[in-house]
């Protein structure tokens, strides 16, 4: 199981249930690499999709206590742990946890990977944070990529790996 996200340089990811940002080369990023897979979300990060729709091409959990008010194409789990078993668990191929906040926090600790999209910038309007990999043990950066410039914003795509299940 993987992770993506796109945050600022404190790690902030959303203002009000939705992102910081729009960048076109990194949603290209995104969907190359969640296009045929699992997704799991929180029902915020849902509802921030346009008009509230699935992802085409994925399956899509949400981790919802309101599975009711979900559209069609949506499987519901009422907790990340029953959102894992749904999927399959946490080795199972091409599954990507997307978000919000605290989907990341619940589930980080079962990722390989984060496929983090660095905007190097400060927002101050931001309530939503990813866990600062800097700072937990057992995650490292194995690939930094080349920063690149897109609506003003620089960014880089940097690759962390979970030493604990990665060896």
Not at 52 to 57: F, I, N, T, Y
Not at 120 to 125: K, Q, R
């Amino acid at each position: 199981m993987n992770a993506i996200v796109v945050a600022d340089q404190r790690w902030a990811i959303g203002h009000n249930g939705g992102l910081l940002f729009s960048l076109p080369t990194d949603m290209r990023r995104f969907r190359s690499l969640t296009v045929d897979g699992t997704v799991i979300m929180g029902h915020l990060t849902l509802n921030s999709f346009p008009d509230g729709k699935p992802l085409p091409q994925r399956r899509n959990i949400v981790i919802t206590r309101h599975a009711d008010s979900l559209p069609a194409g949506v499987e519901a789990a009422s907790s990340p742990e029953k959102a894992l078993a749904l999927a399959g668990g946490p080795e199972t191929p091409d599954l990507w946890i997307i978000g919000g906040g605290s989907i990341y926090a619940a589930l980080l600790s079962r990722c390989r990977r984060v496929y983090l999209t660095r905007v190097e910038t400060h927002v101050d309007e931001s309530d939503t944070f990813f866990p600062n990999l800097d700072k937990l043990p057992n995650w490292q950066v194995e690939s930094t990529g080349e920063m690149q410039e897109e609506n003003g914003l620089n960014f880089r795509f940097i690759e962390y790996v979970n030493t604990k299940l990665i060896h």
